[in-house]
C-alpha cells in the first residue's frame, strides 16, 4: 500500500502567520509521530499519537504548537505565529503499535519562515 | 534522559571497503533500536530493527549489533557501493519512554 505522506512539501510563510501540516500514515497504522529537523541537527520529537489515548504532547516547544489527529488517521501539526526559528523539515512517522514497532517516514514537508 | 551519539560524524571511503558505524545510548532500558538512512532533502528510511532480546540482525550487505548492557550499537556496511551515500542515523525507543530518541547521524560518502 502507499506509504506515509506529508503536504505541502515546502512552505514559506511570513513571520508571525500560522501554518498547518498535513500527515496521511500508513493505513492500519496506530501510532503517529511528528518531529523536527533543523539545518544540521539531529531529529527532534514533538508529539505521537497512539489510538484514543491522549497524545504525549511532551516535546512541543512552546504553546504556539499543537496537533491533533481526526479519526485516527489523518494528523494535523498547527504552529501558530511563526518564528524564523520554526525553520525546519518536519517529520512524521507511523507504526503499528505503540511500543516500538518500526517506525515509516514520510517524506517531510520545509518549512521556511521569512 | 536518554542520550544518543553516533561516532564518526564522516566518513568518507572508496567503493567497495567494509565500514562500521557506531551508535551509543546512555540507558540501556530499551525496547528496541531502529537503524535509518536519509538522504539529502529526503524522509529516512528504515534499514534495520533489533529488539532489544536480540544480538544481531542483517539485511542483504548490512548487519546491525545491539550490546544493551554496554549501551552500543554498530552498523556494518560490506562491500560498500556509491549509492550508500547517505546520512545513518540510529534511534532508541525507551522501555518506559513513549517516543524514539535519535542519534545526530554520520554522513558516509563512498567514492567510484
Known amino acids: 500500500g502507499a506509504g506515509v505522506s506529508q503536504s505541502p512539501s515546502n512552505k514559506v510563510t511570513e513571520k508571525g502567520k500560522d501554518v498547518e501540516l498535513r500527515c496521511d500514515p500508513i493505513s492500519g497504522h496506530t501510532a503517529l509521530y511528528w518531529y523536527r529537523q533543523s539545518l544540521g541537527q539531529g531529529l527532534e520529537f514533538l508529539i505521537y499519537?497512539?489510538?484514543?489515548?491522549?497524545?504525549?504532547k511532551s516535546g512541543l516547544p512552546s504553546d504556539r504548537f499543537s496537533a491533533e489527529r481526526t479519526g485516527g488517521s489523518v494528523s494535523t501539526l498547527t504552529i501558530q505565529r511563526t518564528q524564523q526559528e520554526d525553520s525546519a523539515v518536519y517529520l512524521c512517522?507511523?507504526?503499528?503499535?505503540?511500543?516500538?514497532?518500526?517506525?515509516?517516514f514520510g517524506p517531510g514537508t520545509r518549512l521556511t519562515v521569512t | 534522559k536518554q542520550e544518543v551519539t553516533q561516532i564518526p560524524a564522516a566518513l568518507s571511503v572508496p567503493e567497495g571497503e567494509n565500514l562500521v558505524l557506531n551508535c551509543s545510548f546512555t540507558?540501556?532500558?530499551?525496547?528496541?533500536l531502529q537503524w535509518f538512512r536519509q538522504d539529502p532533502g529526503k524522509g529516512l528510511t528504515s534499514l534495520l530493527l533489533?529488539?532489544?532480546?536480540?544480538r544481531e540482525q542483517t539485511s542483504g550487505r548490512l548487519n546491525a549489533s545491539l550490546d544493551k548492557s554496554s549501551g552500543r550499537s554498530t552498523l556494518y556496511i560490506a562491500a560498500s557501493q556509491p549509492g550508500d551515500s547517505a546520512t545513518y542515523l540510529c534511534a532508541v525507543c525507551a522501555l518506559y519512554g513513549q517516543n524514539f530518541v535519535f542519534g545526530p547521524g554520520t554522513r558516509l560518502s563512498v567514492l567510484p
Open positions: 499519537f497512539q489510538g484514543n489515548s491522549a497524545p504525549d
Open positions: 512517522a507511523s507504526s503499528l503499535a505503540l511500543e516500538g514497532s518500526e517506525q515509516y
Open positions: 533489533i529488539q532489544s532480546s536480540q
Open positions: 540507558d540501556s532500558a530499551i525496547y528496541n
